[in-house]
C-alpha cells in the first residue's frame, strides 16, 4: 500500500485531500504544517508528498529544501498544491518539485498526478529548468 504524506494546514481542505487518498486504498498521513509534515517524512518515509506552500512554523518551500536536503528523503516525489502560484513559476522547479496542482484542482487530476509519482517512485531531482516535472501528468 502506497503511503502519501499531505503538508496542509486548513483543517478542511486537509480532511477532504486525506479522504480522497483514504478512498483510493492509500495510507494517509497528515502534517498540519511543514514541521509537523518532515517529522512524518523523516520516521514514514513516504511514498509521495504533497504539500501546500503557505503554512505556519514551516512552510512548503521549507519542507521541499529540507525534504531535499535528506539523504533518506531527497528522492522522494513531492507535489505542489497551492493556490499561491502561476502556472510556469520557475521556482517550482528551482524547489526539486515534480508537479504543480493550482486550487482549486478537480479531484481525477489530483488522483492522476499522485497515482503516477507512485508509479514512477523515487528519482533524483536535478534543479535545472526541466526539473523532474516530466515524471508528473500535471505540469507547468
Known amino acids: 500500500m502506497s503511503v502519501l504524506l499531505i503538508a496542509e494546514d486548513v483543517d478542511d481542505i486537509a480532511m477532504i485531500l486525506v479522504r480522497l487518498f483514504r478512498r483510493d486504498g ?8 511543514g514541521a509537523e509534515a518532515y517529522d512524518l517524512a523523516v520516521e514514514h ?22 525534504v531535499r536536503g535528506n539523504a ?12 499561491q502560484l502561476q ?23 489530483l488522483r492522476s498526478t499522485i497515482r503516477r509519482l507512485v508509479e514512477n517512485g523515487p528519482h533524483g531531482h536535478t ?3 526541466a526539473g523532474c516535472l516530466s515524471h508528473a501528468t500535471s505540469s507547468l
Open 26 to 33: 492509500m495510507t494517509v498521513l497528515r502534517g498540519a504544517d
Open 127 to 129: 534543479f535545472s529548468a
Open 72 to 83: 533518506d528523503l531527497r528522492d522522494t516525489p513531492v507535489a505542489i498544491l497551492t493556490g
Open 87 to 109: 502556472p510556469g513559476d520557475a521556482r517550482v522547479t528551482e524547489s526539486g518539485a515534480c508537479s504543480l496542482l493550482l486550487k482549486p484542482c478537480p479531484n481525477d487530476e
Open 45 to 66: 518515509r513516504p511514498d509521495v508528498i504533497l504539500t501546500d506552500l503557505g503554512m505556519p512554523r514551516m512552510d512548503g518551500w521549507e519542507l521541499i529544501r529540507a
